[in-house]
C-alpha cells in the first residue's frame, strides 16, 4: 500500500472514530460491515433499532429498551454488482445539523477494508434493508442490479410502506409481496428490456 493510501485509511478512520462512531448508539438504523467464516468478504448486515417492552403485569410498570434487529444481508457477487447503488445511498446521509456523514468512502470501489457499524437515516435503513431483501433468490444479477437501483429511487414513503407489506404481514403474504415485488422492480428472467432500462438508471 502507497504512502498517500496508507495516510487516506488513516484521516477516514480517524473521521469515523471522531464523527461516525458517536452516532451509531443513537441512529434508527445501523449497516455492520463484517466477516462471517461461511461466505465471502466482506458481509454487509442491515439492522433496525426497535423498541422492547418488559414488566407490566402484577401491577409492576411497563419499561421499555431498544434492541438491534437484522433485517437482512448481503455478501459476494449481488453486493459487489449492486455497491454503487449502496454507496448511493450513503452518500446521502447527513448528521443531525444535515452535514454529510460520508459514508460511501468505508465502502469503496477497490478492497473493502472498514470492519464496523455505520450509522444510517431511516431512508438509508429502509431502502437497504429492501434491496437486501429483494435480491435473495434471484440469480441474475442484471435483475439484482435493476431492483436495487429502482429502490433508490424510491422516495422515503415508497420505502417504508413496501418494506411493511415485505415484512409485517406474516409468511405467507410477505412471501408473495417479495415475489411480486422482484417482477414488479426486475421484470421477469430474460426480459429484453432489463438492459435498456438499467442503461437508464446507472450513473
Not at 464523527?19 to 448486515?45: A, G
Not at 403485569?57 to 449481488?78: C, F, N, W
Not at 445539523?97 to 478492497?111: A, D, F, M, Q, V
Amino acid at each position: 500500500m502507497s504512502s498517500r493510501k496508507s495516510d487516506d485509511k488513516a484521516a477516514v478512520q480517524a473521521d469515523y472514530t471522531g464523527r461516525v462512531l458517536p452516532l451509531v448508539p443513537q441512529s434508527p438504523w445501523v449497516l455492520r460491515v463484517t466477516e462471517h467464516k461461511d461466505k465471502p468478504v466482506p458481509v454487509l448486515v442491515v439492522k433496525e433499532r426497535v423498541r422492547v417492552w418488559s414488566g407490566g403485569q402484577d401491577g409492576a410498570s411497563a419499561t421499555h429498551h431498544y434492541v438491534l434487529k437484522e433485517r437482512g444481508l448481503i455478501y459476494g457477487q449481488p453486493f459487489r454488482r449492486i455497491l454503487p447503488v449502496v454507496r448511493e445511498i450513503l452518500v446521502k446521509v447527513c448528521d443531525a445539523s444535515g452535514i454529510p456523514l460520508e459514508l460511501h468512502r468505508y465502502l469503496g470501489n477497490g478492497r473493502i477494508w472498514f470492519r464496523g457499524n455505520l450509522p444510517l437515516d431511516s431512508e438509508a435503513g429502509e431502502k437497504l434493508a429492501l434491496i437486501f431483501k429483494l435480491q435473495e433468490r434471484v440469480s441474475d444479477m442484471d435483475r439484482v442490479e435493476l431492483i436495487a437501483w429502482r429502490v433508490e429511487r424510491f422516495t422515503r414513503e415508497e420505502a417504508a410502506y413496501w418494506l411493511t407489506r415485505a415484512t409485517q404481514f406474516g409468511e405467507g403474504p410477505n412471501r408473495w409481496a417479495l415475489a411480486g415485488m422482484r417482477i414488479m422492480l426486475g421484470g421477469q428472467p430474460g426480459d429484453k428490456g432489463i438492459q435498456a432500462m438499467l442503461q437508464q438508471l446507472r450513473r
